[in-house]
């Protein structure tokens, strides 16, 4: 995932890293930092020929990881739909922003994964009798499903994440 540059913990040692090439005038390998960290090519040329003073800003830093690690994880459906709550605690919190380049993706999802088994309610019969695949799987056995609710995922990314709860 990091394979060339390794994890920044921080949009200062991105910003930092991309200087130093940027002083070698590498501007393949700002590309390189960029793309690597989830930030568009096109971003990291603009930085390169000066048109923008910092290759990042704490959001952009913050959503380009978000976009690596998704990738990484392979976040699809509605796990896809909790990373972009995520991007949206972003644009108001710059702590959560600081806290994307700190703590895993993966970690956020686990405690999720974790409250919705903690909190699993069961499915009435009824409905899992209409969902003709699950009722194939389910053979007259009880279903139960778990998911935190919103409230409580922006609760959780505040917490995780080092914003205010």
Not at 1 to 12: A, C, P, R, T, W
Not at 31 to 39: D, F, K, P, Q, R
Not at 101 to 107: D, F, T, Y
Not at 138 to 157: Q, V
């Amino acid at each position: 995932m990091f394979e060339k540059f390794g994890e920044l913990n921080s949009v200062e040692e991105l910003n930092k890293a991309a200087a130093g090439l940027k002083e070698e005038g590498d501007v393949a390998s700002i590309i390189v930092l960029a793309e690597e960290n989830g930030l568009d090519k096109a971003d990291a040329e603009d930085y390169a020929e000066g048109e923008m003073e910092e290759l990042a800003t704490p959001c952009t830093a913050a959503h380009g990881r978000l976009k690596v690690e998704s990738e990484d994880l392979k976040i699809a459906g509605v796990l896809m739909d909790w990373v972009d709550e995520i991007r949206q605690e972003c644009l108001a919190n710059e702590k959560v922003c600081a806290g994307v380049m700190k703590h895993s993706l993966a970690g956020y999802m686990a405690i999720l994964l974790e409250k919705g088994f903690e909190e699993k309610a069961v499915v009435d019969k009824r409905i899992v009798q209409q969902a003709k695949e699950v009722a194939k799987v389910a053979d007259n056995h009880e279903i139960s499903i778990g998911f935190p609710n919103l409230a409580e995922r922006k609760k959780t990314i505040r917490a995780y994440y080092g914003g205010t709860k």
